[in-house]
């Protein structure tokens, strides 16, 4: 059974930093995606990722992926506040079945 | 373009009621849909699947259904609804093959049990 683990689950950090969330999972996929939700809102689909090495930058948010390692990571430089939301990561098994299993999110709280 | 509508976008039902809520995709033709919970605070639950008319996947056992009477529709129903189905319903498609890169998801429907 896939099982995608992100951490950390909650980060609250100061505008100005950086910082990386974690996404591992736990069987072969070579397509990883993230999400963003803010509070009381549906998700919205940030970075796909189909590669092993492939790295997607949008703004302040940096997305890449090892398949090696079964490992994707998103880095936030210079947090601002207004990045403040859910992030979650996704993994698709697209080649074995018709699902993504989704990791339990990371609720990030950017302070002013 | 594509577009997928939920509606209603707020419910609140008293315990024992039945539930429909509908999904509909504009723009795309044989998509996957899908259906996930998210109850308050936490992660997405996919509930149901379906690749086509009338094909369902269920992935939690549980007081609710999943039809898909039309290519491009998508209902979850209940007939009696529980303290515990109460959180926020989101519908996604998403077109399978080399060719795709994600799902997309609805706004959600946000339901309350009391």
């Known amino acids: 059974e896939l099982k995608v683990e992100q951490n950390p689950l909650f980060l609250s950090m100061q505008e100005g930093k950086n910082y990386t969330i974690y996404c591992n999972y736990s069987t072969t996929s070579d397509r990883l995606y993230w999400y963003r939700q803010d509070p009381g809102k549906s998700l919205e689909s940030l970075f796909v990722l189909l590669s092993n090495g492939a790295v997607k930058q949008e703004g302040r948010l940096m997305a890449s992926l090892d398949t090696k390692a079964r490992l994707s990571t998103l880095h936030i430089t210079a947090a601002v506040h207004d990045l403040s939301a859910t992030y979650f990561c996704a993994v698709d098994l697209w080649r074995r079945d018709d699902k993504i299993i989704f990791g339990k999110g990371t609720r990030l709280h950017i302070l002013p | 373009s594509q577009t997928i509508h939920q509606w209603p976008a707020t419910l609140v039902q008293p315990v024992g009621s039945p539930l429909s809520l509908e999904c509909t995709v504009e723009g795309t033709s044989n998509p996957n849909l899908y259906w996930y919970r998210q109850a308050a605070g936490r992660g997405l639950q996919l509930l149901f699947y379906s690749v086509g008319i009338g094909q369902i996947s269920s992935e939690v056992p549980q007081n609710l259904s999943a039809s898909r009477p039309q290519d491009r529709q998508f209902i979850l129903s209940s007939k009696k609804l529980l303290l515990s189905d109460s959180g926020f319903y989101l519908c996604?498609?998403?077109?399978?093959?080399?060719?795709?890169?994600?799902?997309?998801f609805g706004p959600g429907t946000r339901l309350t049990v009391l």
């Open positions: 996604a498609w998403s077109v399978l093959g080399p060719s795709t890169d994600t799902q997309y």
